[in-house]
């Protein structure tokens, strides 16, 4: 993963391990790295990697267990949401992109449809 320099480092790392989940690289109720094994495989400081699991737990993607370590949340519905909102924001920026290029709504949906 490379990172970006406008974005948040414990924003990008939230939002790789939330692909894997809507993925199913990651089952819901399985356990994530510790703190410290996501920091070596991001090359991040652990104060970051703590912060991912920190943003996590608050969106409620994430529980923290004391003692045991940090385990997706087991709820179907959520994971769904979260699928949904990713899609939504890809395609948001896609169209606006478009935009800027100068395409009208027909012409972007014309060349989505010559892709499939």
Request: charged share 30%; glycine share 8%; hydrophobic share 40%.
């Amino acid at each position: 993963m490379k990172l970006e320099t406008t974005v948040p480092i414990y924003l990008q790392v939230g939002e790789e391990i939330k692909k894997a989940i809507v993925t199913g690289k990651v089952k819901p109720g399985e356990k994530l790295p510790s703190a410290r094994e996501l920091a070596l495989k991001y090359t991040i400081n652990p104060n970051t990697a703590a912060r991912v699991y920190q943003h996590l737990e608050q969106e409620g993607i994430a529980m923290t267990k004391r003692g045991m370590g940090t385990y997706v949340i087991e709820n179907q519905d959520l994971t769904d949401q979260i699928r949904i909102g990713m899609a939504q924001e890809l395609v948001s920026h896609f169209v606006g992109n478009m935009k800027e290029l100068g395409f009208s709504e027909a012409e972007i949906v014309k060349l989505i449809e010559e892709e499939r």
